[in-house]
């Protein structure tokens, strides 16, 4: 079994009065998280990429084990994707749940920059990763990470859709959620939206209803400056009726990604683009490694799916890169590869036969510990 960890999901959680034995209960998957209900809060187990909340990650855990991969968890190996930084505490918390509560035969925990350096048949390369909190940079030589060069940047997706909701503010524009509309009526373009409110809605709660906006504000096709002199607009519609056309409001929104000097309320010192993310972290490695590391420039994550983000990203390395490096740079042309790379890595290195030597066995957990994953799990 493979599994990886997406700083970007979601879960919910309501009044623990309400659920078994006076604990919270838990509506895990998509159609579950977009019905309203009364005190509902939308979290994520996340933090960082790290595991925060335990109680709602072994409920995702119960989740995907009874409704998804449907076999009793003793019965599989577990190999699973943390963040390069995760705490030696917290790994070994990971070790010490896996082997005790679901009693697996063995685990492997393996940092997801090298999972999806697999995904794209390389053993060393540099692993551009831009997720829902942040974009990283992360150095990847023979198969282990450089922890000296990761360098890691607050733009991303919640700062795009941060930015959605700044735009739409200063368009008059009210993003209002499916959950909240009756019905609405057909409008010309441009003219302001003719709909009905539910008349009888459940209390949520503000994060419940934040997440219900962002999905759709989602759907809107962002892009960036590419070899077109003129930006092509796309006609939108929002859930209640409203509808425009977007030019180039849909360059501006991203734009930040790449030069966050003229987003309003940053300062362009202290936030890196996301070329500079790159090029800061090579020139934090051993300078003999570095051709190799431009040589593989692997760009994974939800963000890399932008329009033009790769030939823009291409474009200010060239710009960037040392005359005497070659760069190259490597990109999945498919929507899947690029957001769940280190879960296709994970798979492939689940599969080798050279790998099973390196599991963690239930017996070497019982004579050694959890700390034994320090030593088997680099």
Known sequence: VVLERDNGSTLMEIDGDKGKQGGPTYYIDTNALRVPRENMEAISPLKNGMIEDWDSFQAILDHTYKMHIKSEASLHPVLMSEAPWNTRAKREKLTELMFEHYNIPAFFLCKTAVLTAFANGRSTGLILDSGATHTTAI???????????????????????????????????????????????????????????????????????????????????????????????????????????????????????????????????????????????????????????????????????????????????????????????????????????????????????TFQQMWISKQEYEEGGKQCVERKCP
């Not at 990761?150 to 930015?163: E, H, N, R, Y």
């Not at 962002?214 to 930006?231: E, I």
């Not at 760009?299 to 710009?319: K, M, P, Y």
């Open 139 to 353: 150095p990847v030589h023979d198969g282990y990470v450089l922890q000296q060069g990761i360098v890691k940047s607050p733009l991303a997706g919640d700062f795009i859709t941060m930015q959605c909701r700044e735009l739409f503010q200063e368009m008059n524009i009210e993003i209002i959620p499916p959950y909240m509309i009756a019905s609405k009526e057909a409008v010309r373009e441009g003219s302001p939206a003719n709909w009905k409110r539910k008349e009888k809605l459940p209390q949520v709660t503000r994060s419940w209803h934040n997440y219900m906006c962002n999905v759709s504000m989602s759907l809107l096709h962002l892009s960036l400056p590419g070899v077109a002199a003129q930006m092509p607009t796309v006609h939108y519609e929002f859930p209640n009726g409203y509808n425009c056309d977007f030019g180039a409001e849909r360059l501006k929104i991203p734009e930040g990604l790449f030069d966050p000097s003229n987003v309003k309320g940053l300062s362009g010192n202290t936030m890196l683009g996301v070329s500079h993310v790159v090029t800061t972290s090579v020139g934090m490695c051993d300078i003999d490694i570095r051709p190799g590391l431009y040589g593989s420039v692997i760009v994974a994550g939800g963000n890399t799916l932008i329009q033009s983000f790769t030939d823009r990203l291409n474009r200010e390395l060239s710009q960037k890169t040392p005359p005497s490096m070659r760069l190259k740079l490597i990109a999945n042309n498919t929507t899947v590869e690029r957001r769940f790379s280190s879960w296709i890595g994970g798979s492939i290195l689940a599969s080798l036969g």
